[in-house]
């Protein structure tokens, strides 16, 4: 782990857990905000408004969105409380990028990762996706994988960091994203870490794990 997210490790204790209905203005809202600053840099991944209640809903549903808490409250400045971070994890490959020969069935997909810019630079997006290496492993799986905005090099220059290999980049002229990106499960591709600075209240065990498991 970076320093800075050990630093947040012991200056607050964050929290995830899975988002609920009561979480959806927050989890737009952050979404929104992180969408505007993305595309203020040039970044067209994401809708400049945001995305649609419609396409977060189901996510909610079918349990595979996180939020994480911070002891703030997080106020976005409209009177909508956001989360610190959230991501959506799930098993399900977009068609349209990963094919049969990728064998989609040996992964999880991340999607939707945003951290609210009170909390940037303190190590959650990084943390987010040890979380994330970590549930393949629980899940028995081999990878971690993700796509992103294809003309976006500072944004995959990040990825490539998190010790993400570029596989390919699928051109299609409906869609933004498309840069192809995965790593073995485990954090930071299987170097052992510290703590992750969140507590992880839907399975415990995850935190423990990382924290410990060499």
């Given at each position: 782990?970076?320093?800075?997210?050990?630093?947040?490790?012991?200056?607050?204790?964050?929290?995830?857990?899975?988002?609920?209905?009561?979480?959806?203005?927050?989890?737009?809202?952050?979404?929104?905000?992180?969408?505007?600053?993305?595309?203020?840099?040039?970044?067209?991944?994401?809708?400049?408004?945001?995305?649609?209640?419609?396409?977060?809903?189901?996510?909610?549903?079918?349990?595979?969105?996180?939020?994480?808490?911070?002891?703030?409250?997080?106020?976005?400045?409209?009177?909508?409380?956001?989360?610190?971070a959230t991501v959506?994890?799930d098993g399900d490959?977009?068609?349209?990028?990963?094919?049969?020969?990728?064998?989609?069935?040996?992964?999880?997909?991340?999607?939707?990762?945003?951290?609210?810019?009170?909390?940037?630079?303190?190590?959650?997006?990084?943390?987010?996706?040890?979380?994330?290496?970590?549930?393949?492993?629980?899940?028995?799986?081999?990878?971690?994988?993700?796509?992103?905005?294809?003309?976006?090099?500072?944004?995959?220059?990040?990825?490539?960091?998190?010790?993400?290999?570029?596989?390919?980049?699928?051109?299609?002229?409906?869609?933004?994203?498309?840069?192809?990106?995965?790593?073995?499960?485990?954090?930071?591709?299987?170097?052992?870490?510290?703590?992750?600075?969140?507590?992880?209240?839907?399975?415990?065990?995850?935190?423990?794990?990382?924290?410990?498991?060499?």
């Amino acid at each position: 782990m970076h320093s800075n997210t050990v630093n947040l490790a012991t200056r607050r204790r964050l929290t995830l857990r899975r988002a609920t209905r009561d979480d959806l203005p927050g989890v737009l809202g952050l979404l929104a905000e992180t969408a505007t600053w993305l595309n203020g840099r040039g970044v067209r991944q994401w809708p400049a408004g945001g995305f649609p209640a419609e396409r977060i809903v189901p996510l909610i549903e079918e349990g595979s969105l996180y939020v994480i808490d911070g002891e703030d409250g997080g106020d976005g400045g409209d009177g909508t409380l956001r989360p610190a971070a959230t991501v959506a994890l799930d098993g399900d490959a977009d068609p349209e990028f990963w094919t049969p020969l990728d064998r989609p069935d040996s992964a999880l997909y991340v999607h939707k990762l945003a951290v609210a810019r009170s909390h940037s630079g303190r190590g959650l997006g990084e943390a987010l996706l040890d979380w994330a290496g970590l549930r393949v492993l629980a899940a028995g799986r081999r990878w971690l994988r993700l796509d992103c905005a294809k003309d976006n090099p500072g944004l995959q220059a990040y990825y490539r960091r998190q010790r993400f290999t570029h596989l390919r980049t699928v051109d299609l002229p409906h869609r933004a994203s498309g840069a192809l990106f995965q790593r073995p499960g485990g954090v930071r591709g299987g170097v052992p870490g510290t703590a992750l600075p969140f507590v992880d209240r839907r399975e415990p065990v995850l935190a423990e794990w990382a924290a410990g498991h060499a």
